[in-house]
């Protein structure tokens, strides 16, 4: 199964254990991440395609490290004026793992205390 998500601007494909890169999200290496605006979810003729994002689909994510892309060196002169310019930029960036993608439809493990209180409202 894949996803195609929506972070930082961009589309990204995506499947379980996939690691990637994107534009620079909070939370420290280790931290859980949700990304909510999937476009697309499944394989296939059984393919969902959101409108514009696919309803109750969520992919799960853990931040692996935060880092920096390579330099953009921006250089500029002017001929036979003696003018040049050069500056750098370097783009903060995020890697990820993709743990799950949990499609619409398809409910979230519950937790013990949701468990606990689902079966406390069925007595």
């Known amino acids: 199964m894949f996803a195609v998500i929506k972070t930082g601007g961009k589309q990204y494909r995506v499947?379980?254990?996939d690691v990637l890169t994107i534009e620079k999200l909070?939370?420290?290496?280790?931290?859980?991440?949700?990304?909510?605006e999937v476009l697309m979810v499944g394989v296939g003729a059984d393919a969902t395609i959101g409108a514009p994002f696919v309803e109750g689909a969520i992919v799960t994510a853990e931040v692996v490290e935060h880092g920096r892309a390579k330099k953009v060196i921006a250089f500029k002169k002017r001929r036979r004026q003696n003018s040049k310019r050069s500056r750098g930029h370097r783009q903060h960036n995020t890697t990820v793992r993709i743990i799950d993608i949990a499609a619409a439809g398809k409910?979230?493990?519950?937790?013990?205390?949701?468990?606990?209180?689902?079966e406390a409202a069925a007595e």
């Open 107 to 118: 409910a979230k493990k519950a937790s013990k205390k949701s468990e606990a209180a689902a």
């Open 15 to 17: 499947a379980a254990n």
């Open 26 to 36: 909070s939370g420290d290496a280790g931290a859980k991440i949700e990304f909510t």
